[in-house]
């Protein structure tokens, strides 16, 4: 992609001059154009603005500019806002609250952004020079502690595509046991969750994708808590969720990406609230201090349900799929002693469900290989903030690992 970065130009003589095609084989819009043709030692420059994904622009097509993007971020009702004294840098802890989603300001100056690509027809004696910020794509997300705790996927997904030639523009909205319906505005009570999320769509007249992640149990909880129960408590209102929510996606020119929620490291029981504790087979009864649980779902079979029910779900809404879930369950059938995403209990945030950052990690070069429709091997380990915590650092083979289960699964 560097080479040209998915940027490929014709040019042929014309009536009135040249006419030039740049087709743009990214997957988002390429943005700030500037185009210039040399030929019988004439030169001329054109502004073309922004070339939409997957699509030819033609001398003469009129293109829109896109206007300066925000990059908000809002944590459980309030703007996020890091203060760069309150991170300990030997020790890798950051002070402030909140301490997650800890997306830190991108102070890229736009000089490290220019691109410049000469596309050379010797036979025809003509030059096309192109010259763009290396912008984008503009990705929103909205989350929740399984896409944002520690140093959160988002920032790890931006970092990434700085490694790959890109600077991502990202807004995210972060607010812990938050999933679609809620996102959508369709859980009575949960009104601030979706008016924040309805602020970083507002944050921009458009985005190349909208990222949404379902509650770790929407798409796995019944009524009847039964093992084999397909009763589901939640699904018809995860639809309707992902429906509205896509329809304000395509309110801003975007595509929506679902992101397949991770199982629990050892299964489900019935809700988000206890997790189990240890390996089990469907229907073992497990026996806690003052509860008694059955497993009614293995890491595998939650794994299956979700990567079931979100395919269903973005088969009806024609969204794009991560399949984030699925490489969490090749990690732990191969990998697990060498790169385990789960935080064990004892640890803040650790249940044996909940993620540090290998698992954020994980989500962003799922997100990495989808976007930019290339293997994330290779990459490097963005700077973590959160190193000295539960989120925990990554190391290059943890990090090589992680790559090559995204490629294979992805």
């Known amino acids: 992609m560097k080479d040209s970065y998915n940027l490929f130009v014709n040019a042929e003589y014309a009536e009135n001059g040249i006419s030039v095609s740049i087709e743009n084989r990214n997957s988002f819009r390429v943005s700030n154009i500037d185009m210039t043709v040399i030929y019988n030692e004439l030169v001329v420059t054109t502004h073309i603005g922004g070339i939409e994904h997957d699509s030819v622009w033609h001398s003469g097509d009129v293109a829109d500019e896109d206007g300066a993007f925000n990059s908000v971020g809002y944590y459980e009702g309030q703007e996020m806002c890091i203060t760069p004294a309150l991170y300990d840098h030997n020790k890798g802890i950051y002070h402030g609250e909140p301490h997650h989603a800890l997306v830190w300001n991108d102070y890229t100056p736009n000089d490290e952004k220019i691109r410049i690509f000469n596309y050379v027809f010797p036979q025809k004696g003509i030059t096309v020079r192109l010259q763009f910020l290396a912008e984008g794509p503009r990705v929103m997300f909205a989350g929740h502690s399984f896409t944002g705790l520690w140093d959160s996927a988002y920032y790890y997904f931006r970092e990434l595509a700085k490694m790959g030639g890109w600077n991502a523009q990202i807004a995210y909205s972060y607010w812990g046991g938050t999933g679609i319906s809620h996102y959508a505005g369709l859980v009575e009570g949960c009104e601030e969750r979706s008016a924040q999320c309805d602020k970083v769509f507002a944050a921009n007249e458009r985005y190349d994708f909208c990222v949404f992640a379902g509650n770790s149990d929407e798409a796995v909880s019944t009524y009847s808590c039964k093992v084999g129960a397909t009763d589901y408590s939640m699904r018809d209102s995860m639809l309707n969720g992902a429906k509205i929510l896509s329809g304000k996606t395509a309110d801003k ?20 609230g206890v997790k189990p504790w240890h390996e089990g087979k469907q229907g073992d009864p497990y026996y806690g201090e003052n509860a008694s649980y059955i497993l009614t779902l293995t890491n595998k079979q939650m794994t299956e349900a979700n990567m079931d029910w979100y395919t269903k779900l973005a088969d009806q809404t024609g969204a794009l799929l991560a399949p984030v879930a699925a490489v969490y369950r090749y990690i732990l059938e191969n990998n697990i002693s060498e790169a385990d995403p789960y935080i064990v209990p004892g640890e803040e945030c650790g249940d044996n469900g909940h993620q540090n950052n290998l698992g954020n990690y994980i989500a962003a070069c799922v997100l990495y290989k989808l976007i930019f429709r290339e293997s994330p091997v290779g990459l490097g380990i963005p700077q973590s903030h959160s190193f000295g915590t539960a989120g925990g650092g990554i190391t290059l083979r943890q990090a090589e690992l992680i790559q090559n289960a995204v490629d294979k699964i992805v």
């Open 253 to 272: 020119h975007a595509r929506m990406i679902l992101w397949v929620t991770h199982a629990y490291r050892y299964g489900f029981f019935y809700d988000m």
